[in-house]
């Protein structure tokens, strides 16, 4: 070793000088409850039956989605549609019970990807909320169906989509929905 | 002693002693917002503006904790070990001049608690007093972890308090004064110390992290070989004030530095601030005001101090054990010696000839 490397505080100058230059670097945190950030166009978030232009349930109940789920999370009982409720339902056959467990949920986004009526989504801009008490962890059709006055519409499935849509947002024009297959 | 005096030094003595409990406080805040700002994180930011409640709300746990002592420890050694840490961490501040002298009612009292003409051996020994803290503590948990702790604390401060010494020998030898109040105002007008041992202050500075147990020379801490060291039986309120005595002794060595090689509480300039307050407040209010910014200008220096204690802990690694007495007796104790011989050479033979020269 050199005499330098022997005394060692040249050493040590050089590592104090590289942290006080992290010291005055800007921070990388996230404020997070406070600040939130955008987590991309695909994030499978929360779950939303979804309903099409009229308001009727888009779910016709094959089951597909129930299949594709590898935790076993969902259950689905279905039911023929009466006469009278086609304001309701949009196929003859319908969900009566569409329960999902959040605690087996593990959010992997294939029973989207099985749904053939474009009725299942995880939303990619909100979160399942905490819970904090058992019956608080199935969720039935009155919490996953669609508010039609808060509708979910998916603006793009790639980041360039995104960046698309953002920037034709800035232009003041509204953006379209894209559905990614006819339904 | 007169009742005038009295009252000047108590208040003098109580401000002190708040200022470094309020200092230690806000150290644990500060050691965490420099680690996480070194680390490009936030640090502690939730507990009111930035965080600033975070020591109280730190306090308000420790003292809710259940307050633990081992059925097999010696119970009355337990409880004396961080009242003895905390105590001797306390005590070291007392010769310390925080500032020049204030003018009251004609008396004038110097704004240190004791001056006291051997003032540097006072801080020695109350510091090498503060190693029973450790070593009663490590030894009364029964517990090999602490007790090795214990014992590493111990050896290491005994090593490195034998170099320490060395530093301050040659720093003696220029003042020709044991008292801090002295050596500190030799350094009048920007003649610090340091410009003059710059290899004693390097290795007081050294010393002075190994005597606080902080990094690099944490080791009596080390959590990988020793889970906490010698407060690992420890929790509650007695593991703070542990905790709390390791940074009362940091802002006190910090002091202690800024006094002897920094100048204490001179500064550049610091006639001419003298002066115009005096013109502007008149002889006895100018001068306090000044003694105050001298104060404040000491503060200042310590706090950078303690800065830099963190600065240095978020940047280097832990020493090896062997690495640490290596460094201690074969290098910083030679290097001692020999700055105190060329010291010595340079006060009898240069200095004269100096003096003869710019006369």
Request: glycine share 8%.
């Amino acid at each position: 070793m050199t005499l330098a490397e022997k005394i060692y505080l040249p050493a040590i100058a050089t590592g104090m000088a590289i942290t006080i230059k992290h010291f005055f670097q800007k921070k990388v945190t996230i404020r997070y409850p406070e600040v939130k950030r955008y987590l991309g166009p695909v994030f499978r978030g929360r779950h939303v039956l979804k309903r099409d232009e009229q308001g009727r349930e888009r779910c016709t109940a094959c089951g597909l989605c129930a299949v594709a789920c590898p935790a076993e999370a969902i259950q689905i009982v279905a039911e023929e549609r009466k006469k009278g409720e086609e304001h309701l339902y949009r196929e003859e056959k319908y969900a009566a019970i569409y329960e999902v467990n959040m605690l087996r949920c593990i959010f992997c986004g294939l029973c989207e990807e099985a749904c053939p009526k474009q009725a299942v989504y995880l939303r990619h801009d909100e979160f399942v909320p905490v819970f904090t008490e058992r019956d608080q962890v199935i969720w039935g059709k009155d919490l996953l169906t669609e508010n039609m006055n808060n509708r979910y519409l998916r603006k793009a499935w790639t980041k360039e989509e995104a960046r698309e849509q953002n920037l034709i947002e800035a232009k003041g024009e509204a953006a379209e929905f894209v559905p990614r297959a006819i339904p | 002693m007169e009742l005038v005096p009295f009252i000047i030094k108590s208040i003098i003595i109580l401000v002190i002693f708040g200022l470094t409990l309020l200092i230690a406080m806000y150290s644990t805040y500060g050691e965490r917002k420099v680690a996480g700002f070194i680390q490009d994180r936030l640090g502690p930011d939730r507990a009111g503006p930035w965080g600033l409640l975070q020591p109280l709300a730190d306090a308000g746990k420790m003292f809710f904790k259940e307050d633990f002592i081992p059925a097999q420890a010696n119970k009355w050694l337990f409880i004396a070990g961080p009242c003895v840490a905390m105590l001797t961490a306390l005590m070291a501040s007392a010769v310390i001049p925080f500032g020049d002298t204030i003018i009251y009612d004609g008396v004038e009292v110097a704004v240190q608690a004791v001056e006291a003409n051997v003032g540097i051996l006072y801080i020695f020994g109350i510091v090498s007093l503060g190693v029973y803290g450790l070593m009663i503590g490590g030894w009364a948990s029964n517990n090999k972890f602490s007790l090795l702790g214990a014992i590493r604390a111990a050896s290491q401060n005994i090593s490195y308090e034998v170099a320490m010494g060395m530093s301050i020998v040659a720093i003696i030898m220029i003042s020709e004064s044991l008292s801090i109040g002295d050596i500190v105002a030799q350094q009048h007008g920007g003649n610090w110390n340091i410009w003059y041992q710059p290899l004693g202050f390097i290795i007081f500075l050294t010393c002075a992290f190994a005597e606080c147990n902080r990094t690099p020379f944490d080791l009596p801490e080390c959590e990988t070989e020793l889970v906490g060291g010698y407060h690992t039986e420890y929790s509650s309120m007695k593991l703070g004030f542990y905790l709390f005595a390791e940074y009362i002794n940091m802002f006190v060595s910090s002091a202690v530095i800024s006094a002897l090689y920094f100048g204490g509480y001179n500064y550049p300039g610091m006639d001419w601030v003298a002066g115009a307050l005096t013109d502007a407040f008149g002889t006895v209010a100018g001068h306090n005001v000044a003694t105050l910014i001298g104060t404040a200008v000491f503060f200042g220096k310590s706090l950078f101090g303690v800065f830099f204690y963190m600065w240095v802990r978020w940047t280097l690694p832990r020493f090896r054990y062997d690495q640490l007495m290596n460094l201690g007796w074969k290098a910083l104790i030679p290097l001692a010696m020999f700055n105190i011989v060329v010291t010595g050479l340079a006060v009898i033979f240069i200095e004269p000839a100096l003096t003869a020269m710019l006369k």
